[in-house]
């Protein structure tokens, strides 16, 4: 139930809810429209990220396959040689619907590569190439997820409110009105009887001409 409420008496009180029912069923279109933009765009963020998964996955194996190769002809100093200084940079790019920001994409900047350094095999020029675009794609795949995580988080939210204004605010709003209207009706019609009666009265008690 909706949390108790003090409606002002009479005609103020009939203004007081008409008000609040219709700005209730304002915010109810409102959000009924933005589930109806949302839950399109979290079915397209969710291929994106089907996809971006499959990529990563993809660009994952073929890293370790290089790795491998890289090992088995220069251990594991090899690798460690070809490790460079400073961390990859990671940048996230956003966008919004309707009010909700989340990650649209992510890049990927390498650290600049050590001119001095000579590959220690043959294997470590496409190992360390194959490793950049497996952090790329699994950038872009987290990138995907977390858009993902908010879009749905935030049609559940959606959600709840429209439920709650469907099952409990709405109906109480519409209950309290026709209740009040109901009184005002039968109040004016009291009024109205007793208007008359007075007329009446009034009338039978002057002397006749």
Known sequence: ???????????????????RLATAERGRDQLDRKLRILIPERQRLQTRLQLRQEAWSAAYDEAQTWLLRAVLLGGED?????TPARLADVEVTWTSAMGLSYPDDA????PAPDD????ANAAIVPATQAFRAALLAGAR?????EAVAR????IAVTRRRMRALDKRWLPWL??????????LEQTEQEDGMRLRRALGASSGGRPGT
Do not use: F, K, Q, Y
């Open 174 to 183: 519409r209950d309290a009105l026709a209740r009040l209207e109901l009184t």
């Open 141 to 145: 795949a987290a990138a995907a997820a």
């Open 78 to 82: 090899a690798i460690r040689g070809a």
């Open 107 to 110: 890049v990927v900047a390498d």
């Open 1 to 19: 139930m909706p949390v108790a409420r003090t409606i002002p008496p009479g005609r103020a009180g009939r203004m007081w809810l008409r008000g």
């Open 116 to 119: 001095e350094a000579t590959p």
């Open 151 to 154: 879009l749905e988080s935030e």
